[in-house]
């Protein structure tokens, strides 16, 4: 979302299965258009909006895009990136940090993905 504007300048979800690409993950395909669509490859005025905490590669995109701010609801203790794992945004090589807001909704963005899995079984 561009803060400035309060717009949706892009959404997505994970591709991996269909697109049989490991990279096409909600984040990122959600940062490519986001540029394309704005003509930048950085998103200074750019808030992101997702319901699990970014994995390690994500988290380095955002990173590289300058996300002003991450909002995410579930935490990922296995997988993610940003408060779990190697907490990309905390080690001193990281480029940008952005504002990071977890666990909003936490409760209802992990059933929604625990749903969601379920079915797929």
């Known amino acids: 979302m561009d803060a400035a504007s309060r717009k949706i300048v892009s959404s997505a979800h994970n591709l991996t299965e269909s697109r049989l690409d490991p990279t096409a993950h909600a984040e990122m395909l959600a940062i490519r258009e986001a540029c394309h669509t ?5 998103l200074h005025n750019c808030d992101m909006y ?12 955002i990173s ?3 996300i002003r701010r991450l909002y995410f609801g579930a935490y990922d203790v296995k997988g993610g990136g940003v408060e779990n794992g190697p907490r990309i945004f905390h ?15 936490e409760t209802v963005c992990a059933d929604l993905l625990k749903q ?4 797929k079984r």
């Open 116 to 119: 969601f899995f379920a079915e």
């Open 38 to 42: 704005l003509g930048s490859p950085r």
């Open 64 to 66: 590289f895009a300058r």
């Open 91 to 105: 080690q001193a090589t990281c480029h940008h940090r952005p504002e990071v807001i977890g666990g909003m909704e």
């Open 50 to 61: 997702v319901t699990l905490e970014p994995c390690p590669m994500c988290a380095q995109a």
